[in-house]
């Protein structure tokens, strides 16, 4: 395997690159580059971007945007049917454009749209790292809005001392709980002062039947947000769609957890689990805010292609 590939490859795995667009983009990007450097003929240059867009893939299976990014881009090449090695370069560095696009509008709509769920007064829960939600954090205080921003530390590799630094950063009032202490923050017997009016998460994938898939944690927020009756949106770009209502939930090294743990203790260790639709409010999306339950019909009119 292409050496760049390798070590785009050890970036992904080992969360160097993390989130969900960020590694998306990187996939797209870095297997227009491999396909650009290729010289081989035109059959086995596609079995190669092939081989390649699959090697990238498997390093973070629960990442549906990465997967219609490469969708997008073999879909391109097998609509257009290229003559030759030259057409088949061009089609795709067209097509992984074409997607980094598609991302940068989705985004954008997002962020715009996003600050109208934040009102004066309201303290906001957020969990892990979500580069959309922090945006969206950022933007209401832009837009003058007064409120608090609560965040998790998102064990067990801290995603959340990212977000907490850059809403800081942004002078954004921001207090950050351990992770098992997040349901009762949420609870009204957390006291009134610190009952949250807001939760926003964001996603690694939108499943087909309107739940969604989050950092590990985000069940466990949910189910207390719905118990209380708090108002839980989820921050994320149809292009993280997966037709399935289950998809294959990433378990991570052990060591993550405890580096030096007794050879017999067994360890589990979940990269992400489930929010249920019926437990979220609305999803903060480049079509608007929609409803779990009008998820696919929004893809269907919006990105075709991906089903």
């Given amino acids: 395997m292409d050496k760049h590939l390798q070590k785009l490859y050890r970036d992904i795995k080992t969360i160097k690159i993390q989130g969900a667009t960020a590694i998306a983009k990187a ?3 870095g297997l227009k580059d491999y396909g650009l450097s290729d010289k081989s003929d035109l059959k086995m240059w596609q079995r190669n971007i092939k ?3 699959t090697y990238l893939i498997s390093a973070r299976p629960t990442e549906p945007m990465a997967q219609n990014g ?21 089609i795709l560095q067209q097509s992984a454009g074409q997607f980094i696009f598609l991302m940068g509008g989705a985004a954008k709509k997002i962020i715009k749209t996003g600050p109208s769920v934040i009102q004066n007064g309201d303290d906001v829960l957020t969990h892990c790292h979500s580069w959309l939600v922090q ?10 809005k007064k409120f608090r921003a609560f965040n998790t530390e998102t064990r067990p590799l801290f995603q959340g001392h990212i977000t907490a630094k850059n809403l800081i950063n942004a002078n954004v009032d921001t207090t950050m709980v351990i992770d098992s202490s997040a349901g009762f923050l949420i609870s009204h ?4 002062e610190l009952m949250m009016e807001k939760i926003i998460i964001g996603a690694d994938a939108i499943l087909s039947n309107g739940s969604v898939i989050n950092k590990i944690g985000s069940y466990e927020i949910a ?6 009756k708090v108002p839980l949106y989820v921050a994320t770009p149809l292009l993280k769609f997966y037709h399935h209502h289950w998809i294959r939930i990433e378990q991570r090294s052990a060591k993550e957890i405890w580096p030096q743990a007794p050879k ?3 360890i589990i260790n979940f990269a992400f689990d489930l929010v249920p639709a019926h437990w979220i409010k609305g999803i903060i ?6 409803k779990p339950k009008d998820v696919e019909r929004c893809v269907k009119k919006l990105y075709p292609q991906l089903l």
């Fill in 27 to 29: 996939i797209v990007l």
């Fill in 51 to 53: 081989s390649a867009a």
């Fill in 70 to 90: 490469v969708k997008f881009v073999l879909h391109a090449l097998k609509l257009q049917r290229p003559k030759n090695t030259a057409a088949a370069k061009l």
């Fill in 135 to 144: 945006q969206i954090i950022i933007q209401a205080k832009k837009n003058g």
């Fill in 189 to 192: 017997y957390s006291g009134k």
């Fill in 223 to 228: 189910a207390s947000a719905f118990l209380e």
């Fill in 264 to 266: 017999k203790l067994k």
């Fill in 285 to 290: 999306c480049e079509a608007g805010i929609i």
